[in-house]
């Protein structure tokens, strides 16, 4: 349980359950943590007025507005340690009103780089690295890139990036990272230390040693699986194109619906829609490699953990600024971003069935457990007796 004497409360964009973020909540309410999350609202609308898109925002706008804090609950968290979370679905410009109002620090959980881009991940399809051009406030860089928000439209966008390091510099705002490149990144941007605190969700905190036993027991049925979602920052279009140039007995899963390509797909790529909970898991476990080849600049992504945890072999795209960076070269393979020596590297480690010695992986994956059972306390740590903003302990 969260020691209640921290007063920590999270406010969050997302329910618990579901994908990703919804999984980080779900963990910090069972073990106690205070969240106030905004609920999705799907307007119960008349049947002639459910295919009018204006009356459908005219709903949604108002069931938000009834998520934003009154100002009886605004005196309330006044002095209180506050940790915010996924601001893009709470509301940008919410998040900045919130921050402004408030006479002690607002701390800010970093999932994404959403803090310095609009994109939220910091990947322009077609290159070969991260982007960090508005890293440090050259913000102008959006606009030369035609970079839009994600995961969703909001016309704050372009602003919120801007306020938060100006709300920083004043000592309004404090962050917290998931890992030692995302903290780096914090810095370099802000300027001020930046604690790394970690991440444990529910459905990594339930795998048991049971299962990592009857994961490694079990017959290969792919050569490669994709673990992650169809977008170019997480590396499936790069994955595609690489998958293309191995020989065409090599069987690869995509765990989503055939995307509309202007060129041909292989026979041998398989696209397959399921979930972690449907399918996907039992792939991973199946799968001689498992490929999380991320672009941007993730910090601690489920998919990689699960896959350590569950899969024979792991790869990544070798990539400096991200969580797979931190992982030593032996429980991960790391492949070049250049598809051609990419595939060569693939191909080798099928020919040789390459995968983490037993010892190697399990120390990861024990020292990863313990350092990360501790997510809760060092999230309380935090936020406690938070400074009032401006003075010198709060910038």
Not at 270 to 278: D, E, L, Q, R
Not at 285 to 313: C, D, H, N, Q, Y
């Amino acid at each position: 349980m969260a020691d209640s004497s921290t007063d920590l409360i999270i406010m969050a964009g997302m329910p618990p359950g579901g994908l990703g973020t919804g999984r980080a909540i779900e963990y910090l309410i069972e073990k106690g943590v205070k969240v106030h999350y905004k609920r999705d609202f799907v307007p119960k609308l008349p049947l002639h007025l459910r295919g009018r898109p204006f009356v459908i925002r005219l709903a949604r706008l108002i069931a938000n507005m009834m998520f934003l804090p009154s100002e009886h609950y605004l005196r309330w968290v006044t002095d209180r340690g506050v940790m915010i979370l996924h601001p893009q679905s709470l509301g940008l410009r919410t998040t900045i009103n919130f921050i402004k109002s408030r006479s002690v620090v607002t701390y800010l959980y970093l999932l994404d780089s959403s803090f310095f881009c609009v994109r939220s991940y910091n990947y322009i399809p077609g290159e070969a690295a991260p982007c960090l051009r508005c890293l440090g406030g050259a913000f102008d860089a959006r606009v030369r890139n035609g970079c839009q928000a994600f995961p969703r439209p909001d016309p704050d966008a372009a602003s919120y990036a801007t306020e938060l390091l100006h709300l920083a510099k004043a000592g309004k705002v404090r962050f917290c990272a998931q890992s030692h490149s995302q903290a780096a990144l914090a810095e370099r941007h802000f300027g001020v230390p930046v604690p790394v605190v970690g991440l444990m969700t529910s459905d990594i905190d339930t795998i048991e040693t049971a299962d990592l036993v009857a994961a490694q027991a079990m017959t290969p049925e792919w050569d490669v699986v994709f673990h992650g979602h169809w977008l170019d920052a997480k590396g499936a279009r790069w994955l595609l194109e690489t998958a293309s140039r191995l020989p065409p007995h090599r069987r690869v899963l995509f765990p989503c619906a055939r995307p509309s390509m202007p060129s041909s797909i292989g026979e041998n790529i398989v696209f397959k829609p399921m979930t972690w909970g449907a399918g996907l898991r039992k792939a991973v476990m199946k799968a001689r490699i498992v490929m999380t080849p991320s672009l941007w600049s993730a910090p601690i992504e489920g998919s990689v953990v699960k896959s350590i945890f569950l899969a024979r072999a792991v790869a990544v795209a070798r990539n400096d600024t991200a969580f797979s960076s931190e992982i030593p070269d032996d429980v991960v393979l790391k492949v070049p971003v250049d598809h051609a020596a990419a595939a060569r590297a693939l191909e080798r480690a099928l020919l040789e069935d390459w995968r983490p010695e037993s010892e190697k992986r399990a120390a990861w994956i024990n020292g990863f457990k313990a350092e990360n059972a501790a997510f809760v306390a060092r999230l309380c740590s935090v936020v406690r007796n938070p400074p009032a903003h401006g003075s010198p302990d709060g910038v």
